[in-house]
């Protein structure tokens, strides 16, 4: 058994959850800004509900292809940072 398995705790484990926490935190108050500009852009651009509803879809559907996009290259890299050959 080694140290970390007979029960005390990692501190990286901590810093590893408040940055989670903290990217979470930054995910939401995102889409709370877009959610806020939403009447700003139907009067701009003269869109009605159904119009600003695309506008939200479009913008989230694009942040979480992203997200994907981000998290598989972050894979890669790391797996060609630590000289493992990348799994496709």
């Given amino acids: 058994m080694t140290s970390n398995q007979a029960g005390t705790s990692d ?3 901590w810093k590893a959850l408040a940055l989670l926490c903290l990217a979470f935190f930054m995910v939401i108050l995102d889409a709370q800004i877009v959610i806020l500009g939403l009447p ?5 651009l003269s869109f009605s509900a159904g119009g600003s509803q695309w506008v939200l ?4 559907l694009s942040f979480g292809g992203l997200l994907l996009l981000g998290g598989r290259s972050a894979d890669l890299l790391g797996r060609l940072a630590r000289g493992q050959r990348p799994r496709c």
């Fill in 11 to 13: 501190p990286l484990r």
């Fill in 40 to 44: 700003s852009i139907e009067d701009d």
């Fill in 57 to 60: 879809s479009a913008y989230l």
